[in-house]
């Protein structure tokens, strides 16, 4: 299970309670840099809402990893890596999303706990780290716009 770590604002990334990595957030922008091991990955929003993740910075041959909401009206998201391609889906009154990799459910994500609006998520032992880590930034973002956007319709 990949999560964030315990305390209030820890950034840091926790695979099976080994840290492994550790996320670089932009304050009010949906960016960050991330470090897993000695690679280097950022993550940032696309015009259009998309998602792109480039890594290892400073590699010849840095990989891409993308997502995309399938639609404005949805909280689903095609997400494309050099290992797989995988489909995040939440339910409409769900905030647990399923992962799915060509076209059957591998895993999900959940609210890390009751009192925070992290997610933590479990995945096959298959799935590459920077793959799971760029599906929990995916996850994260997806909650955050949603949140947002129904903060603002209820103003």
Do not use: C
Request: proline share 5%; hydrophobic share 35%.
């Amino acid at each position: 299970m990949l999560t964030w770590g315990r305390s209030w604002g820890n950034q840091e990334l926790v695979l099976d309670g080994t840290t492994v990595g550790r996320f670089d957030t932009a304050t009010f922008r949906e960016r960050t840099t991330v470090q897993l091991g000695t690679e280097t990955w950022e993550y940032a929003r696309q015009p259009g809402g998309g998602i792109l993740g480039t890594g290892p910075v400073g590699s010849p041959t840095p990989f891409q990893l993308w997502a995309t909401r399938r639609s404005f009206f949805s909280y689903a998201w095609d997400v494309a890596t050099p290992a797989a391609r995988y489909e995040l889906k939440q339910g409409v009154f769900s905030t647990a999303f399923q992962v799915l990799r060509g076209g059957v459910q591998v895993g999900e994500a959940r609210r890390a706990g009751m009192m925070t609006s992290r997610f933590s998520l479990v995945l096959p032992p298959d799935v590459p780290l920077q793959d799971q880590a760029f599906l929990l930034w995916v996850v994260e973002a997806s909650e955050r716009r949603r949140s947002h956007s129904s903060t603002t319709s209820a103003s």
